[in-house]
T-cell receptor
């Protein structure tokens, strides 16, 4: 069985601060994918990134960066110089096994204020 | 290019009634998955349809059933509604051969059971 843990329920920061969202996972599969999704109040899940289990390179996309550490089963997400528009619920998800079923964490609500 | 579209956006039903939710996948996608997201929780996998058949199912009772049509669109049916079925229902589509690719989500249908 797969499991995703997002221990941070809610984070509040002031605009321009950096913030890191933590994600831990458990799986017995040797091949798997990790995802981050953003869910604004509208409800739609917006895809941010996918990382496969064989690629531990960190990735940076604009103000977003991801740190994948297989040794500690973590896939953390950092937003640099946060903005009010980053306010949303962020979900980490794990895809393993056939049919790309996704197992989600419970989400982290990020509130960025002026 | 239209993304994943779901209808209706909101729905209110009475306990014991039946409901049908609809999903049109992103153009070029042939696999549709359904998720239930209770308030404050992460999405939970219900089932997935591919080639008009249920390919995988999560831990949901038989009251939850689905269908996929030849044009790849899909329906989620819930019978004998319970108060606990109140949730955001998300549809996700994936492209062919997309075992481990990202899933694209619709905006969801918010179901309230009273």
């Amino acid at each position: 069985a797969q499991k995703v843990t997002q221990a941070q329920t809610e984070i509040s920061v002031v605009e321009k601060e950096d913030v890191t969202l933590d994600c831990g996972y458990e799986t017995r599969d040797t091949t798997y994918y990790l995802f981050w999704y953003k869910q604004p109040p509208s409800g739609e899940l917006v895809f941010l990134i996918r990382r496969n289990s064989f690629d531990e390179q960190n990735e940076i996309s604009g103000r977003y960066s991801w740190n994948f550490q297989k040794s500690t089963s973590s896939f953390n997400f950092t937003i640099t110089a946060s903005q009010v528009v980053d306010s949303a619920v962020y979900f980490c998800a794990l895809g393993a096994g056939p049919a790309s079923k996704l197992t989600f964490g419970t989400g982290t609500r990020l509130q960025v204020t002026l | 290019d239209a993304g994943v579209t779901q209808s209706p956006t909101h729905l209110i039903k009475t306990r014991g009634q039946q409901v049908t939710l609809r999903c049109s996948p992103k153009s070029g996608h042939d696999t549709v998955s359904w998720y239930q997201q209770a308030l404050g929780q992460g999405p939970q996998f219900i089932f997935q349809y591919y080639e008009e058949e249920e390919r995988q199912r999560g831990n949901f009772p038989d009251r939850f059933s689905g269908h996929q049509f030849p044009n790849y669109s899909s329906e989620l049916n819930v019978n004998a509604l319970l108060l606990g079925d109140s949730a955001l229902y998300l549809c996700a589509s994936s492209p062919p051969n997309g075992l481990y690719t990202e899933a694209f989500f619709g905006q969801g249908t918010r179901l309230t059971v009273v």
